[in-house]
């Protein structure tokens, strides 16, 4: 194949607010700079290549809907070449140098593992040729450890040595794979490490078991030269009742507990936060100042909706809060913003992969817009430090230094007069957040 | 006052299954033995002050329902006394020895801390006499540092100095009083611990503060002589959107980052599972395996709304569930079950009061006497144990013992043939179970 | 084929609550009379074909799991006929006389709908023999409107013409072969029936296509001689964001609307409930006061899960609960018990197929043999009837008999005396329900 | 009392969108046409009085935290007085013409219904003068049917009759006084129309109970020759398990089942949508196609919290979707957008009370004119029409008017050649959506 799977669409370009074409950029001016830094290398867009290249718009009731010009229906190598070659066209035209993967997306598999290996193999020669003369590479790579029957009990929590082992194979031949793609990062996304009843499962020792593999892991990283960041991406639910890795607190928690805090961050995702129960913010703030953001999936879900729609992020005011943690943060790399996000079912132009990935990319450049502007007026940061203020007292910081008990903030507070606290003042910056957007 | 309270109510007494006595337990028969332990010392139940002595009815659309007899409607310290002696009367009557409380349930606040600390000390002092002879002591004590609006900042979440030092000062408090009552453990839930935005909220912030604050009090704990066992009740939502004690698995790693998870355990309510999306027993499983299952909160809320609604725990299947995981505990001393349930709104009758804790101590008994089956059957228990049993392999043993890494597993996967899985059997273990309830 | 696909299953028997045996029935004893019906007659089961013959463990995350001894992985009549014998192997050793199908279910999708058609008459064909000489017939058919791309945007609601002629056209054909296999109802689940976005939906034209679309439906069930009942099916969302018979409620409102309440009845399922933010029991008592409760979908879902789980419903409180309706309700034939339930992705034992539906047998017997004493008993019932007793007063009967108005209930509530109202008693209601569980 | 209460606060105006004044308008513009219409006119705020001047911070856990100037701490007429010259002092200053009100908000309750009415109506007459020279009057009035203990288990839904009777003498008499003070319409939101357990509860009765209350006020509306509409106001959940008007569509099916759909429309709140898992646009538009959206109680909730937050709406792309529906409907007058939104707990200032409406007053203004850009530009309309635009063919209006079977519709999908469908195009439809906002 020498031709164009998309040949009507041109390169994407910035033409700016006032354009009404959908196959431009309003906001996202890469090579702009804002606070210093280009739109770029704060946002470093990823396509997630399960979702764009290998999602056909099957759901639970129903099966594919998508008909790619690129596709023919099976799931042989040549396939599989024709995909990758798809997938480096669309991120030339739509300008955007990482991408994602996992090892199963890209290949086929094969009779054995040896022959899945060979495939994979193949594939990652022809990206890596793709690759040459761009900055194209890999926000990262992971290994797909639940879709396949073997993986039904799960991989470093199935009750059975076996798929433990093969879990290990994949995992190893993925990491094998995403360094020599060049990629930044390796993502570990617990697909099933959960459980579906607890009557069946013995907690502790898949919790163990699991904790094991993550050590495993880091060491052959750096057997390997890997120099990457290992990521590990909370979600509370679905496809097991209970993930593991539940949400970010859970996932510092016992990354923490097996003493891996230092060789892991995390892969956060929006959609998983709200499956959660947190807001999308609530996650990224509490991975920042832990200092374990490592880097984003950049989706939404459906308020109403319990269970993972994985949509384009269009919602502005959501990304100007997301942006807000991330200039806090001094960006994300090596992270970036992946897409794991799928067009609707029911979208099957091949313009609408555009469309999406472009409302997405400019509802993150405008998030980035609206929060240098807030940060630049500095008034929502003067409202939050005055009201922390008293703890530069020397009450305040005697607290903080520990150098008083409960024996002297008694005395304390038995000698002091109550004064009415201030206002928490949410409606104020709540009035001033939004008039930033 | 020297009379009865609930002169129409005589002692509860055991009077077996096929009794239609509303006054009567039908499961519960303290003395009795299950599993080598009197039931009374498995289940350890204890009254809690708050819901059963404060309770008013009172809800967020409505005021007060409840015309208690001992209640003048006052807030004065005469009031609390017959509070008090309405308590002793009602533990004795239902024959159970424990009684939770919060300082400020159990007297009047002053016009100081001064007055108010003196108020306590007076209620303890009855409380004291009224003990004596008994076997009558509290389960735990703690401090309400919630309902005050000097609290609704936080407590040592608050922004303020001065309320941290008060908060520091009412826990100095309310732990020497349950010290001197004879309490055998020591509660803190964080009724404002968390924030209501997080666009006015310095997060990391509140959250060092907190830990400080927990260090400090064990610390006092530790001057003070007193020997019970301090405990975090997690709870992830209300009254504030976000309480940082959100599950057991997030609390837990709070405590370990501040490295204080020798310190503390956990003080686990069911309706609080619910709300953070997990089933009651997977909250208690997770303690337990952490070795962090302090005590409980005998409590549940109604699986279709989304706040706490702290009814008796009524449903046998989810109490046999919960003594399946007290018993692998080997029991939760000194830790027990406070009834941290309120009568309905609607329910006005003093005898009320006596059929929800009898309801309420017959189901937490009968989920004994079931969970005594299914262990002595062991049918669950073995096909949970043949699940996992390749992990005793060779094989299985060498991944345990760390003794092999990635490149000894891949080889495993390579060489290996693979074989279908065998079922996951949750439809048997769920017969199984459902056939000893 | 003609031999055995179970060949390791005999016929469930009855063997009382003592048993072990998975593969017996504890409570569920078919000819015994319960409240002067057989145990059979009340509960009228029925097998839900595209679970136990069409579902593969494929789930959102998972390729196929199972490998069932009939299936050739083709979508051949073959393997179609042979489905069929699996089926009524199943049902015979199950003991359980009736099926619910969709069209597709049973027969493949030819290249054209004339071809597909002759497919299903095929497979019918071998269905109505197989009957022959037994008392197995459907408890109800359908069409399955949901799967394919051509239904993407919905059916009767598609905004394309040519989509609603193709599910009319669908929807006459499977009505016709349930009437040929002896059917007794007919079901709507409008499966995409909803709406993904409001943004690209003109909502009122698509329910108003769908109104016109039952009309279409009724009068052609009369034209074809059908004396079934048509029952619609609620659920609020799954697949998409939200469908339009959301919840009992809200179907019955749409059927009056249209003047279609005397042609329809409802086809409830619990795990619907529970996504739409109900107790299974709200539902069945709407539809039961409403004289609208046609057929039951027994299954549950997980309280702590977003999406439809379809598992078989082993809860015995919540049984208890829905044969009280039942019995109210006094019977629901010619609707019944369809088991729309399925095994775990991770149960791939031919005989877990059997422990299934044995459990939910035994699940709804217990229930019904509990119920029967609750109601015998009468105390719940006088509980309740007491509470009401005041409409039974000369002012209560004339309110109700619309001879007052607010004048005179004015009048009323000026010259009375107010007093304490009684106790609502829900916690003695509940110790008196699980008493009898 | 003739002073101010606001005296630091001026008459708040429009200063357009640069300014960064808190106390100024940037986007209400009340003279301003929009769409042919003034912007007051579209919007018609309304002030509601209970969470203005009644709300105190009081929450489930906390008591309270405002310290208002003009509360003396009682319950007086005297307090009574000062409240509403507070409102009307507050309605001037903000601009705003309407107010809303319960009637125990705006007057004590007496020792008898008699004490009380006399106190309501000596307040309503100081209410009629200061609105005297003023275009101030109520947009609605409603009865405060669920604070009182005599309401627990309900009004028109209780099982007692004479508190039946006491709920009708209520309602007439806030009828009255919302018709003497000008009201455009009067609201029933059923506070404690429904049930906490279904296990003590004649749902039937209680429903039918229901709807002959309605009915009377129906018949004593026009006795008393009041104009206004009569609204219903959906709520699922909270105080009770389960709220009778649930949601739109079960509001609608209620009031049709009972003959009531043309003497009733309804009052839609943002917060109770989502709580009963609705956009809020869904519940406005599936009441705007059925012609009974009536008016509008502008709040919004948090969407990870399950109860009622009733926060004021601040979110733009939110407010755009709701003036699209309200465009469409041509307005909503008589009704309009009421406040019901409080301050939170912590927002103690009283200039919190003039941000806060200033924020939501703005935040709808900024959506009627993001609105107006989307309906003159056209662009999602069009997307819309050509969606259904078969439904225009020939065979579409065969459908529409009846006039073919499903034997005709099986004939055209016999003999057509099927094509792929076109894409739904939902990522455009939201790229347009928010190119606007």
């Not at 607010?17 to 950029?25: E, Q």
């Not at 702009?32 to 979702?51: N, P, Q, T, Y």
Request: some cysteine; hydrophobic content about 40%.
């Amino acid at each position: 194949w020498e031709g164009e799977f998309f040949p009507n669409i041109s390169y994407i370009r910035y033409e700016g607010p006032a354009s009404r074409n959908p196959l431009a950029f309003k906001w996202y001016n890469a090579e702009e700079e804002i606070l210093g830094k280009k739109m770029k290398d704060w946002l470093r867009f990823s396509v997630a290549f399960w979702h764009t290249f290998r999602g056909d718009g099957t759901d639970i009731f129903g099966s594919s809907t998508k008909r790619w010009p690129w596709d023919d229906g099976t799931d042989s190598l040549m396939m599989a070449y024709n995909r990758m070659r798809a997938n480096f066209e669309f991120l030339k035209k739509l300008g955007v140098n990482f991408w994602c993967f996992h090892d199963r997306d890209i290949a086929p598999e094969g009779k054995t593992l040896k022959e899945t290996n060979a495939n994979l193999d193949a594939v990652v020669e022809l990206a890596k040729k793709l690759q040459e003369g761009t900055n194209i590479h890999p926000l990262w790579g992971t290994a797909q450890l639940f879709k396949h029957r073997r993986y039904m009990h799960g991989a470093a929590t199935s009750p059975y040595v076996s798929i433990y082992a093969y879990a290990a194979a994949q995992v190893k031949k993925a990491m094998e794979v995403t360094y020599e793609l060049g990629g930044e990062n390796f993502v570990f996304w617990g697909g099933r490490e959960g459980y579906q009843s607890l009557l069946n499962t013995d907690m502790k020792q898949e919790l163990d078991n699991m904790a094991l593999f993550l050590k495993l892991a880091t060491a052959y990283k750096k057997r390997l030269g890997f120099q990457g960041t290992l990521l590990l991406e909370p979600k509370p639910q679905e496809p097991t009742k209970h993930q593991y890795d539940w949400d970010v607190a859970t996932t510092m928690g016992f990354l923490q507990k097996h003493g891996l805090s230092d060789e892991f961050k995390l892969n956060i995702e929006c959609n998983h936060a709200t499956l959660a129960g947190h807001s999308c913010s609530h996650e990224l703030e509490m991975a920042r100042i832990n200092g374990m953001f490592g880097s984003f999936d950049a989706n939404t879900g459906d308020a109403q909706t319990g269970w993972d729609t994985d949509q384009f992020l269009v919602d502005i005011a959501e990304a100007t809060s997301i942006m807000l943690t991330v200039i806090k943060n001094k960006g994300i790399a090596p992270g970036g913003f992946n897409f794991d996000a799928k067009l609707r079912r029911e979208s099957v132009d091949v313009e609408d992969l555009f469309i999406a990935h472009i409302a997405g990319m400019d509802t993150m450049a405008r998030g980035l817009r609206n929060a240098e502007k807030i940060v630049e007026d500095g008034t929502l940061q003067t409202l939050v430090d005055n009201r922390y203020a008293s703890f530069e007292s020397p009450l305040g910081k005697a607290i903080k230094d520990g150098k008083i008990g409960f024996e002297e903030l008694e005395q304390e507070a038995l000698n002091s007069e109550e004064a009415p606290l201030p206002s928490g003042k949410q409606e104020l910056a709540e009035m001033v957040f939004y008039s930033f957007i």
